[in-house]
């Protein structure tokens, strides 16, 4: 944002971020990656690749043990984060235990380190609730004391002797790996013999009860298996003359047991026994569970009836576990195999359209909707047109891509094609995309699409009006770009996965140059649907299409960034390096007024980067200049309170009021906005507003009528009437552009060139005969100030002399 002002820990960030980039990406350093990210995890002691919390909760331990953690860390500062494209999760429970422990110390993560506990659930109850006695953890045979840790944890609950924590997990833990459900039989209809189930019913959030009756497997379909439903209910609550139990001051304490329903919502009919409630339930979402046998009651039950059945575990801990393997089954990935099977009757046919395009098959890497994520109908279309196309050899594509830069439809891409050779009529297709956005990005994501819906061995024509588009595909196909050239392209991952499906489905393809808006009835047509795409909702390339991409780079988690990530990375340093500066306290007020006035951020940056000497290279007045601009937005001009705070000796430790009003006192603020001052502004407001008028109205791009041009300025809040400091004009006083004031010009001057041209000799005008004049009012005011109260540059000279390190004194006479 600023000139001439380079940062070395920048400049690091940018080049160590390409080599991590580059090593993610790179095919011959896939190993040592895995390698490194494994080994970062293990000396973070997290259960998946470290996020931002568990970043920021880890950063005082300093755990700067390799290469790649000191990188992790330093990307983290600037919001840059990596994302994992393959699964490396640990199993096995659900909240990890560094983000429960208080003051969380390097012994502490090495001694969970080495007793292997990555999880509270490890060290509390099935249901989250309670710490678990460090007798009952003890089973290893732990030697020494207890461990710091856990008496922190033990801090965490409400007492010793309870255990119960304060602030509970915030989920039940999905720890159980192993799934008790009912095995599967290899016949179409069997009767369990005392198989007692529980299911996680989400309609009611509670738990089922039941007892097998019937297990149906029909081919191609899902088990379902008939259960009688059964309630839970308490001995000690529903007949206390049965229980000898005084204790039963909570559920816990109480005694459980299921007996048969007599009637439930969801009750289905049952032919052979009208009388009893029975459900149809899938045999892959029930849980077996375990009674006490008829001997096994216990002891203070009292004559129990023969219908009640009474579980092994408390309906807490079966109520926790159904919603486990619920929650489970709820995350399940999509890359799994599909539960309903394929049909026998049709597996050879359906194999046949497998081989022919294997986006088609649920079972293949290159299955679509491994490929592509986003839109659900659009994602459906694309299945539909690939059954369409599949006995085709030979298409034909007219492809077409726009990029919107204005109105609601900012920095959406549209693109679209059209088949002509499989039928009579064309056949259309059109989809929406973002990130990254650019025109050639949107004519490659016609290209991919084209790819994705043509069978195996079949030939392509693809005819398209970008010539940027044609040359990448030779750049790309012909291998002589290295991987750190190829991640140089905003459109990589486009093209990796267009090589892929061409290699993998042996499609022969072949691009035409078509000239844009020459009469083309197709070209035309597929241009025209490109822009009408912005209707609907986008689609996007899944980061795990690529095989070689290991990690995906991300700004706040927002989305993945890709092309020249060093150059990009700049970018984030300087609003690292910007809203640092904002939070200071002397630009609090731009920050009160950015909420109501945006900023143009480029239009600001490409101002104070300006050269101001005619392009002079080497310039003192050009560095002068370039200097005052940034004081001005730095509130760092030599006020009152500058003053004060250099100098404490020649100046009063008071507030210093301004000398021309006596009213306020004289800060970097108060510039050009002094009561006394007010009504001269307000006329130098209306000559800037009469010289914009004349700068748009003599412009070749010029509307015919300048009443419009009028009208728009005079109603412009830049423009109104200044009473006090809360005005837009704050803003370019201190040299940030607001968004209205390129947003005025543009309604009238149509080319962006044109546009931005106006709006800097424009800002200029008003830096020299607003911002300048009114500097020079209070600095000489001020000025005159000092020398009444003798305070010389030969006095500050001194101080600064005096005050400065040993080896930088300088020899004073007398």
Same mark, same amino acid.
């Given at each position: 944002m600023f000139p001439s002002?380079?940062? @070395?820990?920048?400049?690091? !960030?940018?080049?160590?971020?390409?080599?991590?980039?580059?090593?993610?990406? $790179?095919?011959?350093?896939?190993a040592i990656a895995q390698q490194q990210i494994i080994t970062a995890i293990n000396i973070l002691w997290t259960?998946?690749?470290?996020?931002?919390?568990?970043?920021?909760?880890?950063?005082?331990?300093?755990? @700067?043990?390799?290469?790649? %953690?000191?990188?992790?860390?330093?990307?983290?500062?600037?919001?840059?984060? @990596?994302?994992?494209?393959f699964d490396l999760k640990i199993t096995g429970g659900y909240s990890p235990i560094i983000q429960h422990i208080p003051n969380l110390s390097k012994s502490d993560l090495n001694n969970l380190r080495a007793k292997r506990i990555l999880f509270l659930d490890q060290v509390s109850t099935e249901d989250g609730s309670f710490l678990r006695p460090y007798q009952i953890l003890n089973n290893n045979k732990w030697t020494g004391r207890t461990p710091e840790w856990f008496n922190k944890l033990l801090s965490t609950t409400w007492s010793t002797s309870s255990r119960k924590f304060i602030t509970p997990m915030p989920t039940p833990p999905i720890q159980r790996l192993l799934r008790n459900s009912p095995q599967i039989r290899d016949s179409p209809s069997f009767n369990p013999h005392n198989e007692w189930v529980i299911t996680w019913d989400a309609s009611s959030s509670d738990i089922i009860y039941g007892k097998s009756i019937t297990q149906t497997n029909h081919p191609g379909s899902q088990s379902v298996t008939q259960i009688q439903h059964y309630i839970h209910t308490y001995v000690e609550t529903f007949s206390p003359s049965h229980s000898t139990n005084t204790n039963a001051s909570t559920p816990r304490r109480m005694t459980l047991f299921i007996r048969p329903c007599k009637g439930y919502s969801c009750h289905v009919y049952n032919v052979s026994n009208p009388s009893i409630c029975t459900l149809y339930i899938a045999t892959l979402n029930l849980l077996t569970i375990k009674l006490y046998r008829p001997l096994h009651i216990p002891a203070h039950i009292t004559a129990p009836k023969r219908m009640w059945k009474f579980p092994t575990l408390h309906h807490h801990t079966l109520r926790t576990i159904a919603y486990n393997d619920y929650q489970r089954s709820q995350h399940s990935n999509s890359f799994l195999t599909p539960i309903?099977?394929?049909?026998?009757?049709? %597996?050879?046919?359906?194999?046949?359209?497998?081989?022919?395009?294997?986006?088609?098959?649920? %079972?293949?890497?290159?299955?679509? &909707?491994?490929?592509?994520?986003?839109?659900?109908?659009?994602?459906? /279309?694309?299945?539909?047109?690939?059954?369409? @196309?599949?006995n085709s050899t030979d298409l034909s594509f007219y492809t077409d891509g726009s990029l919107f830069q204005e109105g609601p439809h900012r920095s959406l891409m549209g693109f679209a094609w059209i088949e002509i050779?499989?039928?009579?009529?064309?056949?259309?297709?059109?989809?929406?995309?973002?990130?990254?956005? $650019? $025109?050639t990005t949107a004519e490659t994501f016609a290209v991919l699409i084209t790819l994705i819906v043509s069978p195996s061995n079949t030939c392509i024509n693809i005819f398209t009006d970008s010539l940027n588009t044609i040359h990448n595909y030779e750049k790309f196909s012909?291998? $002589?770009?290295?991987?750190?050239?190829?991640? &140089?392209?905003?459109?990589?991952?486009?093209?990796? %996965? !267009?090589? /892929?499906? !061409?290699e993998l489905k042996h499609l022969v393809v072949t691009f035409k140059k078509v000239k844009s808006h020459s009469g083309d009835i197709f070209n035309d047509q597929a241009d025209l649907l490109s822009k009408e795409a912005t209707i609907l909702s986008p689609i996007f390339i899944s980061p795990k299409s690529d095989p070689s991409a290991l990690m995906t780079v991300m700004f706040d988690y927002l989305g993945p960034l890709y092309g020249n990530i060093r150059k990009w990375s700049q970018r984030a340093c300087?609003?690292?390096?910007?809203?640092?500066?904002?939070? =200071?306290?002397p630009q609090r007020h731009l920050l009160q007024l950015m909420d109501i006035y945006p900023i143009d951020w480029s239009s600001t940056s490409n101002w104070l980067r300006k050269?101001?000497?005619?392009?002079?290279?080497?310039?003192?007045?050009?560095d002068k200049t370039t200097g005052h601009k940034i004081k001005l937005y730095a509130h760092l001009l030599p006020t009152a309170d500058i003053q004060q705070r250099n100098y404490p000796r020649l100046y009063p430790a008071h507030p210093i009021l301004c000398s021309e009003c006596t009213v306020q006192v004289y800060n970097n603020s108060h510039i050009g906005y002094c009561p006394a001052h007010l009504?001269?502004? =307000?006329?130098?407001? /209306?000559?800037?507003?009469n010289y914009l008028i004349s700068l748009i109205t003599s412009s070749p791009n010029a509307p015919p009528s300048t009443r419009d041009v009028i009208s728009s300025i005079e109603r412009s809040s830049l423009f109104s009437p200044v009473s006090d400091m809360y005005h837009p004009s704050y803003l370019l006083l201190h040299q940030l552009v607001p968004e209205e004031l390129p947003s005025v010009v543009s309604l009238h001057i149509r080319s962006r060139k044109a546009t931005m041209e106006i709006v800097e000799i424009f800002i200029q005008y008003f830096y020299t005969q607003i911002t300048r004049k009114f500097w020079r009012i209070h600095s000489t005011s001020f000025h005159s100030w000092e020398k009444s109260r003798r305070i010389t540059k030969r006095k500050k000279d001194l101080i600064r002399s005096l005050t400065a390190p040993l080896d930088q004194h300088v020899i004073l006479r007398t």
């Open positions: 002002i380079h940062n @070395f820990f920048f400049n690091q !960030i940018s080049s160590h971020l390409s080599l991590t980039q580059l090593l993610f990406n $790179s095919p011959a350093l896939r259960a998946d690749y470290p996020t931002s919390d568990e970043l920021k909760l880890l950063a005082p331990l300093k755990l @700067f043990d390799t290469l790649l %953690l000191k990188r992790i860390y330093v990307f983290c500062s600037i919001n840059l984060h @990596f994302t994992l494209n309903i099977p394929v049909p026998r009757e049709n %597996l050879p046919n359906t194999l046949t359209i497998y081989n022919n395009n294997p986006v088609l098959n649920p %079972l293949s890497p290159l299955y679509l &909707k491994n490929l592509v994520v986003g839109f659900d109908k659009v994602i459906d /279309r694309l299945l539909f047109l690939a059954h369409q @196309f599949i050779t499989t039928s009579s009529n064309s056949t259309p297709f059109q989809g929406t995309t973002m990130f990254q956005p $650019s $025109s012909n291998g $002589s770009l290295s991987t750190r050239q190829k991640l &140089k392209f905003t459109t990589y991952p486009v093209w990796s %996965l !267009i090589l /892929r499906l !061409i300087h609003a690292h390096l910007a809203a640092s500066n904002l939070h =200071n306290k050269n101001n000497d005619n392009g002079a290279p080497c310039s003192f007045h050009n009504r001269e502004l =307000n006329d130098s407001l /209306r000559t800037a507003a």
